[in-house]
């Protein structure tokens, strides 16, 4: 799905990672939730004290020494850091001077805004929290609906529109398309995700909209893509893909046969489908095409797997599994540009414990090195798409904002190159060999952030750092606009 945001991240997904950690500074690990699609059934179409005790004067009480005690205290803290000891937190609690325990590297926040939570959040692929780009702004849904803010200044640009006749916001595609076409589905009435708008992201203008609403039962977790040409859903029985200027119905996916148990992937770039039907030959087979080019299409005749989710476009790679549905086997499958089979890795041993949650899967722009969530830490690993090798692993606590020339940006609180962190850190790990460069320390007085698992993450091309999550001390939801230096 080319890169996805954090939303991501996407990004991403969004929400609801386990427990909040309890105030001010211990944070748990709990895990990132993810969606994993089942397969689904054929049809046509398709279905945010009290104070010290005093020195005593007089006779019989204890007796200052001659070293005041400020005095003293600076001589420990010069021991301190003489011994080393510090490097990003020296004090464990609030102090007079609110700029004493703030870290040497403290990254500079630039802003913040309100992001009131909504009902609709969760971490799959569409669900809120998301995040997009244009040129000048950043743009996110919540509560209150999808809405355009200065990247550099926090200033409200837009607010997208709601259609008449529909309710709150459901879901944005991960992300826009290159020409800033992005798509957002609203509640249609009665819990039903199901009204699509796709939007002008440079004005919040609505180029159309439409009620897929079908009457066949709610759709609570609507998928939509955006390229240069094509709006492609999946929202309840629709499975369809309409022109990005006007709205026209350019496709519609039908089943091959009345006896068919179907799967489906779907990504801005691609569409994947397996069937297996008894009354269709063959029995089973994938079919990949391509949603802005129709020329480039294949099917692969026998193919027995079940698409689990569409992980990345360029190499396109499909998470599929086999067996059944209690102990499934995974496999990560990969396909040239035509697109036909390249490679088959079946995630046993270590790449068992890869999770391919939407907003923390990431492919490099080489097209080799595949970095995702690890372990039951909510840690990460990358591995070499060309030999199905795992490169490195991180088990604690760890979420991807983007990926930029210093390799991975991940947000941690347990990183390798120190001690466990009582703030989070930004760090630089490389693609390859998964060494750490840590560029900074997102420093809040109050000690405000979740940990990573619980938030959402955009990292922009000026090296701009977003964070969607609630805060620790009042449980408010807000978007935060960080700085990080990648000189």
């Keep these: 799905m080319g890169q996805p945001q954090g939303p991501p991240p996407q990004g991403y997904p969004a929400p609801q990672g386990g427990q909040q950690p309890p105030p001010p500074y211990v944070q748990n690990q709990g895990p990132m939730p993810g969606q994993v699609p089942g397969q689904v059934p054929g049809q046509g179409p398709f279905p945010g004290g009290p104070m010290p005790p005093q020195f005593q004067g007089g006779p019989g009480g204890p007796r200052r020494s001659g070293v005041p005690v400020p005095l003293i205290l600076t001589l420990v803290m010069v021991l301190l850091v003489a011994a080393g000891v510090g490097g990003y937190f020296l004090f464990s609690g609030d102090s007079a001077d609110p700029g004493a325990a703030r870290p040497a590297n403290a990254l500079p926040r630039k802003w913040e805004a309100a992001s009131p939570a909504s009902e609709r959040e969760g971490q799959n692929e569409n669900g809120l929290r998301s995040m997009w780009f244009n040129n000048d702004d950043i743009i996110y849904g919540d509560g209150e609906g999808v809405r355009a803010y200065n990247r550099k200044s926090g200033k409200k640009k837009w607010t997208v529109k709601t259609p008449k006749g529909a309710g709150e916001v459901c879901a944005m595609s991960a992300e826009p398309s290159d020409d800033g076409v992005g798509a957002v589905v609203f509640d249609a009435g009665g819990d039903d995700c199901s009204y699509l708008s796709v939007v002008d992201t440079d004005t919040g203008r609505t180029l159309w909209s439409k009620n897929l609403q079908d ?7 609507p998928r939509v893509v955006v390229n240069s040409k094509v709006v492609a859903v999946t929202i309840g029985q629709t499975y369809a893909g309409f022109s990005v ?139 070499d798409m060309k030999t199905g090798k795992l490169l490195w692993k991180k088990r604690g606590s760890a979420a991807i904002a983007g990926v930029n020339d210093q390799g991975v940006i991940m947000v941690t609180d347990s990183p390798d190159s120190g001690a466990s962190a009582v703030k989070e850190l930004v760090v630089a790990v490389g693609l390859r060999d998964g060494k750490e460069k840590v560029k900074g320390t997102l420093y809040e007085k109050e000690h405000n952030l979740p940990a990573p698992s619980d938030m959402s993450l955009a990292l922009d091309r000026d090296n701009m750092l977003f964070i ?20």
């Design 215 to 221: 009457g066949h039962g709610a759709e609570h977790e």
């Design 245 to 383: 200027g006007r709205g026209a119905k350019v496709w519609e996916l039908s089943a091959r046969g009345h006896d068919c148990t179907n799967s489906v992937g779907l990504s801005p770039q691609y569409l994947a489908v397996a069937s297996d039907c008894s009354d269709a030959k063959p029995k089973k087979q994938l079919m990949l095409q391509d949603l802005e080019y129709d020329s480039i299409h294949s099917t692969v005749s026998g193919e027995d797997h079940a698409i689990v989710r569409t992980l990345s476009d360029w190499p396109l790679t499909l998470l599929t599994e086999s067996g059944s549905t209690a102990d499934p086997v995974h496999y990560l499958q990969t396909y040239t540009k035509k697109p036909k089979p390249d490679h088959t890795f079946q995630l046993s041993g270590e790449l068992k414990d890869l999770k391919f949650e939407p907003r923390n899967t990431y492919v490099d722009e080489d097209e080799q090195i595949l970095v995702t969530g690890y372990g039951a830490g909510n840690g990460l690993a990358a591995m």
């Design 468 to 487: 969607q999550s609630e805060r620790l001390t009042d449980n408010r939801p807000s978007v935060q606009a960080f700085e990080v230096p990648f000189a």
